[in-house]
């Protein structure tokens, strides 16, 4: 890519910081000395890839490394788009701006279900085929990973090669044996088989998924030697360490802050949550690890405001203390500190009083704090294994507002299993709660923002299962909390049916789904988790074209005895352990928290095998 | 380094003269006042906040810069809470400018000194224009200034453009090699599926540049560089905008 004709046309799109790079941390290596080049390619916006904590690992991971260089890349948006195929602009890497087609390995983030085609877009606009076995031994090999990669048959058309689980140690491993492989001659096919060999590496092309008489899967199995079965998710013990040199955005990113793991992994085995079953089991980072590397965050990005990220912060087992010793120690610059999401109970209750003194700064931001409930009854909320009650709520509320917050926002799930419309008006009753104790402190200023979204059963969790819940239901709780809900001082917003049935039909689908999204794309089909951007329609067709109704897909509870298109995917966990939880939940038991005792799901072994490889 | 323990010293303003150049053109306003207190934090700087449930840096930039101009005398003026010599200043700054900006001055000014917009006269800008003949660009310029009045409209707004024009002359001046410079090492086509370089290619083209000086009426309003070039209908044609000076009430910064 060459500036002069950057020059031309950026300044007639929106937002032209996004397409140039050059931002503070940014690593602009010697493409002649490098070995391996490497670009990391986010299926979304620049602000919010560069929002995601994984893209920073990777980037600090492969170019600490003095022979690999790493570049970035990021989804044009649709304005973008238009220009640079009206002016034959091919997708670069912000670093050097070299077309992607020049390096040799693309290594997309599948962060979400409703980001796919625009892998296949960013593919097409870097001028190669979107399938894998159209691209020859010229072009880069194209791998994938993150969550997406967990259940990577929907993309198994498209990806050379998927890295399974935490890719900290595993990208380095993949890009050795790519040069190996390529330094002894080898082809495309050649380098796979090397690839394949890596633990937790799949090659899709190396299985084969047959199917019965009725169109329903048999078998995913694999037909080389070298392919793994099953591949077993990548994890690393302890937590490597954290990037300090954060690269810093001058668009403003999604989350504008630094950011540090504080761990990984959760141990509350809520029964609907991916995250919470895919990265176990957990891993501490040590208070001294976290302080320290909040102190090196804020001296070499210079962010005012340094997040301790994890699934669910507030269980950080030194949580207090960390928090304590960064805004009572470091004042001069002073940092604030924000957590996300925090369990609504009595500790989050303990930290909110501790640090929400009025106008210090140094302390957890105060713009809105967000608690999750997820399910209005207490009922629902066993089922889902939210171990959170009615009083814990209203005694976080209480908290929140008395010291000086004056918006709570709460999440809650609607199409649990089990659920029925009595427990939906619980949401109306609690929310209605937290409002009047909001009145009791911050009179008419208390506020409420009640985000309700629809559970998608996601794989590798205990309610893989369950069906997407249907339609009619689906709208009839939604008026419920429509009537019940908004009045003055409530906010409330629900997610889209289209791109939740999407979503639902992406998350389960098998090998076959690939040329649906294939034709999606084609059809014009982009940005899909953006409801202004769903083409509805396009999909409709696409899914008629190959045969797949969308209603059935989504909405069909799966036999216990069924095979699932991940069961050749292993997080950890076993089927046996996720059956049994999905037992549970139908019949309301809790299961309670790792940290109380083993509940034997399988995960721990991940760390024992580890350690005798 | 700067000192860190709090003291009671009257607060200081520095003013820092800086460029804004290429690689940061395409950065807005606020992601460049953003940018500042991220520099200033790195430097660790003793940066005055204001009070209130979220305090901000007390930093003021004396003059928006449209997104893909460059500056060559940009103006900001931070409050530190103690003082420090201009160059204690520079020494924290060095290390910390992103590639893009750099530091041509820093002074001290005294603290109850009049804020910076509203001390502005007018601010210089050399345009380069590429694909239009210096013929057709001396006429149109000329067309302009015979005027008595020039309405346009910016931001739904319609004003007077022709007082804020102050001059507006061609240059003789080639534009400096920079503006042509490629990506270092980059001499590769790339494997586009067609390549538009040639068409761009600015030797095939007739090159012009353009001086213009804005001035800022006693209402405030301050002539802009694309709003000119719009009424010129030359935007098409502009490679490079380079705000070269702002002058101030009493005297050039």
Redesign the interface.
């Known amino acids: 890519m060459n500036q002069f004709l950057l020059d031309r046309w950026l300044p007639t799109v929106g937002k032209p910081a996004r397409y140039t790079g050059h931002e503070w941390n940014a690593v602009c290596k010697s493409w002649a000395d490098a070995s391996v080049r490497m670009v990391l390619a986010y299926p979304d916006t620049y602000e919010v890839g560069m929002s995601n904590l994984g893209v920073q690992i990777l980037y600090d991971v492969v170019n600490r490394h003095s022979d690999a260089l790493c570049e970035r890349t990021f989804a044009p948006w649709p304005d973008m788009e238009a220009t640079m195929r009206a002016r034959g602009i091919p997708l670069y890497a912000l670093e050097s701006l070299r077309p992607l087609s020049e390096f040799d390995v693309i290594g997309f983030s599948l962060p979400y279900e409703l980001n796919l085609t625009n892998v296949l877009n960013m593919l097409d606009l870097a001028g190669l085929p979107v399938r894998a076995t159209e691209r020859d031994d010229g072009a880069p090999l194209v791998i994938a990973g993150g969550s997406g990669a967990c259940h990577p048959e929907p993309m198994a058309d498209f990806i050379d090669a998927f890295v399974v689980g935490e890719a900290d140690e595993a990208i380095v491993e993949v890009l050795a044996a790519f040069h190996k492989a390529r330094e002894s001659g080898a082809d495309k096919e050649g380098i796979l088989r090397q690839l394949a060999c890596v633990p937790g590496v799949y090659v899709p092309r190396f299985y084969e998924a047959t199917y019965t008489d009725q169109g329903d899967l048999k078998a995913i199995l694999p037909i080389v030697a070298e392919a793994q079965m099953p591949v077993v998710k990548r994890v690393v013990d302890p937590l490597p360490r954290a990037p300090t040199c954060l690269i810093v955005p001058y668009v403003q990113a999604v989350h504008d802050r630094g950011v540090v793991e504080i761990m990984r992994g959760c141990t509350q085995g809520c029964r609907f949550c991916q995250a919470g079953m895919i990265y176990r089991p957990l891993r501490e980072r040590s208070r001294q690890d976290v302080v320290q590397t909040v102190r090196e965050i804020a001296r070499s990005t210079g962010y005012p405001e340094i997040g301790l990220v994890s699934l669910s912060s507030a269980d950080h087992s030194q949580i207090r203390d960390i928090i304590k010793e960064i805004v009572t120690t470091d004042r001069r610059p002073s940092i604030s500190v924000t957590l996300p999401s925090l369990r609504p109970d009595a500790f989050s209750v303990k930290l909110a009083q501790l640090f929400g003194s009025r106008g210090v700064r140094g302390g957890i931001r105060r713009s809105g704090l967000t608690f999750a409930p997820e399910a209005g009854s207490q009922r629902l909320r066993d089922v889902i294994n939210k171990k959170v009650t009615e009083e814990d709520v209203l005694r976080a509320a209480e908290a929140a507002y008395a010291n000086q917050w004056q918006r709570i926002k709460l999440y809650f799930m609607i199409g649990l299993p089990t659920e029925t419309d009595e427990d939906v008006a619980a949401i109306v009753n609690l929310v209605h709660e937290v409002l009047q104790i909001g009145y009791k402190y911050a009179r008419k200023k208390a506020q409420v923002s009640v985000t309700v979204s629809t559970l998608v059963p996601k794989p590798h969790t205990p309610f893989q299962w369950h069906p997407l819940i249907d339609d009619e239901t689906l709208r009839r709780r939604q008026q419920i909390l429509k009537k019940g809900l908004p009045r003055r001082n409530i906010r409330f917003s629900y997610h889209d049916a289209q791109s939740t049935l999407l979503e639902a039909i992406v998350a389960r689908g098998d090998r076959r789904l690939g040329t649906a999204i294939e034709r999606a794309w084609q059809a014009g089909a982009r940005f899909d988790a953006w409801n202004e951007h769903l083409k509805w329609d396009a999909w409709l067709e696409a899914f008629a074209a190959v045969g797949i109704d969308p209603e059935t897909e989504a909405r069909r509870e799966r036999a216990k005895t069924e095979v699932l298109p991940w069961d050749h995917i292993s997080c950890g966990i076993s089927k046996a352990y996720l059956w049994r939880e999905f037992e549970r939940a139908t019949q309301g038991q809790t299961t309670p928290d790792c940290r109380e005792g083993c509940t034997n799901c399988g995960a721990i072994e991940l760390l024992e095998c580890r350690g005798g490889r | 380094m700067p000192r860190?323990a709090?003291s009671e010293h009257t607060p200081c303003r520095m003013r820092i003269t800086f460029r804004k150049k290429?690689?940061?053109k395409?950065?807005?306003h606020?992601?460049?006042l953003?940018?500042w207190?991220?520099?200033?934090?790195?430097a660790?700087l003793?940066?005055a906040?204001s009070?209130?449930?979220?305090?901000h840096p007390r930093i003021t930039i004396a003059m928006p810069l449209p997104?893909?101009c460059t500056g060559q005398a940009e103006v900001i003026d931070v409050i530190l809470d103690e003082p420090l010599s201009a160059d204690e200043v520079i020494a924290s700054l060095e290390p910390?400018l992103?590639?893009?900006i750099s530091i041509v001055a820093v002074e001290q000014v005294p603290h109850k000194s009049p804020a910076l917009p509203s001390m502005i006269r007018q601010a210089t800008y050399l345009i380069t224009l590429v694909g239009v003949s210096k013929k057709e660009v001396e006429q149109r310029v000329a067309d302009l200034m015979h005027r008595d009045t020039l309405q346009v409209e910016f931001r739904r707004k319609t004003f007077d453009l022709r007082p804020l024009i102050g001059s507006l002359a061609l240059k003789r001046t080639l534009p400096r090699a920079e503006h042509?410079?490629?990506?270092p090492?980059?001499t590769?086509v790339?494997?586009?599926?067609?390549?538009?370089?040639e068409a761009?290619d600015?030797c095939r083209y007739d090159t012009t540049t353009l001086e213009a000086a804005l001035l800022r009426d006693k209402k405030g309003r301050i002539g802009r560089p694309d709003v000119l070039l719009k009424a010129l209908g030359l935007s098409e044609y502009a490679?490079?905008i380079d705000r070269v000076s702002i002058t101030f009430e009493s005297r050039q910064v």
Do not use: C, K, Q
């Open positions: 860190r709090v290429d690689p940061l395409y950065i807005s606020l992601d460049l953003r940018a207190e991220r520099i200033l934090r790195r660790g003793p940066m906040y009070r209130g449930f979220s305090p997104v893909g910390t992103p590639r893009g042509w410079a490629h990506t090492g980059e590769d790339p494997r586009a599926p067609h390549d538009p370089r761009y600015p490679r490079r």
